[in-house]
Structure formats: structure tokens, C-alpha cells
């Protein structure tokens, strides 16, 4: 009865590889999201889809590409691995369109490991 | 830009004593304010939350309220206890897409 949940918990590779993380909610929210968060803690949006659309896209380098097949999902998909991409990713929901109001909902993290 | 700023840690305290972590932050109209917390090794989970100013958000004896003059909004809780050693996350919520942004984080140590 997991509310987000992301695949895989943990993800060792080299530099070159492509790679994806997946993310699922099952709280019928409209709105999904990624969050970095670096080896200091420090946590950045990176993407939002509602409702299948994008509408933010921070500045990520474009071998960074989120797709979303339903509002249910959002998979993160990283081309060419660098060193600097190792840090834990986050998928988060929240309902409505975004709106200031409602909290979001978060996975428990993905750690990436660039070797 | 906004923005959001919180004390460095880490924070360490003994067991029962009172903690404050200060937030302040830096926004265009009129942002929804969060405190997350991330216990090592998970996800983060919503600790509070305030939409308005003047709103008083609390939950399991942690308290912040949203003071628009001060543009603050401090944790507190008055008696800490070795299972609230986590890190916390300060968090603004415009209206521009809904996305959040945190402060840096704030850890906490509770000794016994």
C-alpha cells in the first residue's frame, strides 16, 4: 500500500552507462516530480508532469529526460552516466495542478552511484 | 528569485531540551510554508505545514508559525527525544508550477 514508490532503492553503474529509475503513486495525484539531492543534503526540482504534461524543467543537461506514460507514473531516464550525476534522486506527488496549497508526497530515494 | 534559508547544523542536543531551527525565506506573493523531515536513510515525510500568514502549523509537538513581517517561519518543539534526530528541511511552495524549494537542511543530534 506503498503511496510513492521508486525502482531501484539502490543503483551502482559506470560512467558511459544509460540508465532509468521509475517512480509510481497510487494516491491519485495529478502532479509528479523529481528532486536531486546531493551529497550535502541540498535538494533541487528537476521535473513536473501534470497530467502527463510537462511544466517544469529546470536547468537539467538535456541527457536527463523524464517521460511519463500516465499520471500514475514518472520515470527518469539519464543518458551517458557521469560522476557527477551519483546522489539520490526523489519522486514526489501532490494533488491538484501544482497549486501552493497542497504538500507533496514523497518516494523513498533512489541512490545513484557513478563509478 | 525565492528562496529559503535555514540555520546550519548539525544541531546537537540532550534529551528534553527545547530546539529551535530558524527558517527565513524570500518570496513573490504569498507562498505555502512546509517542514519536511528526512530520517536517515528515507524518503522525506511532511512534518507541518502553513498556508497563510498568521497560521500556526504542529504536528507531533514540533510547531512553526508563519510570520509574513519577519518573513520566517522557526521550528520549535519544546522537549526533543533521541527519535527526533533526523534531518530537517525547511520548504516554500509558490504558485509558479507548484514546485518546492528547500533550504539546506538541518540536522539534529538528540543524545540521551
Known amino acids: 500500500d506503498t503511496a510513492v514508490s521508486q525502482t531501484p532503492k539502490y543503483l551502482v553503474t559506470q560512467m558511459g552507462n544509460d540508465k532509468s529509475i521509475k517512480c509510481e503513486q497510487n494516491?491519485?495525484?495529478?502532479?509528479m516530480y523529481w528532486y536531486k539531492q546531493d551529497s550535502k543534503k541540498f535538494l533541487k526540482i528537476m521535473f513536473s508532469?501534470?497530467?502527463?504534461?510537462?511544466?517544469i524543467n529546470e536547468t537539467v543537461p538535456n541527457r536527463f529526460s523524464p517521460k511519463s506514460p500516465d499520471k500514475a507514473h514518472l520515470n527518469l531516464h539519464i543518458n551517458s552516466l557521469e560522476l557527477g550525476d551519483s546522489a539520490v534522486y526523489f519522486c514526489?506527488?501532490?494533488?491538484?495542478?501544482?497549486?501552493?496549497?497542497?504538500?507533496?508526497?514523497f518516494g523513498p530515494g533512489t541512490r545513484l552511484t557513478v563509478t | 528569485g525565492n528562496s529559503v534559508t535555514q540555520m546550519e547544523g548539525p544541531v546537537t542536543l540532550s534529551e528534553e531540551a527545547f530546539l529551535t531551527i530558524n527558517c527565513t525565506y524570500t518570496?513573490?506573493?504569498?507562498?505555502?510554508l512546509f517542514w519536511y523531515v528526512q530520517y536517515p536513510g528515507e524518503g522525506l515525510q511532511l512534518l507541518l505545514k502553513?498556508?497563510?500568514?498568521?497560521d500556526k502549523g504542529s504536528n507531533k509537538g514540533f510547531e512553526a508559525t508563519y510570520r509574513k513581517e519577519t518573513t520566517s517561519f522557526h521550528l520549535e518543539k519544546g522537549s526533543v527525544q533521541v527519535s527526533d534526530s533526523a534531518v530537517y528541511f525547511c520548504?516554500?511552495?509558490?504558485?509558479?508550477?507548484?514546485?518546492?524549494?528547500f533550504g539546506q537542511g538541518t540536522e539534529l543530534s538528540v543524545k540521551p
Open positions: 494516491l491519485g495525484h495529478d502532479t
Open positions: 508532469y501534470n497530467n502527463k504534461e510537462l511544466i
Open positions: 514526489a506527488s501532490s494533488p491538484g495542478g501544482g497549486g501552493a496549497i497542497y504538500e507533496q508526497y
Open positions: 518570496a513573490t506573493g504569498y507562498p505555502s
Open positions: 502553513a498556508t497563510k500568514a498568521d
Open positions: 520548504a516554500l511552495r509558490a504558485n509558479q508550477g507548484g514546485k518546492l524549494i
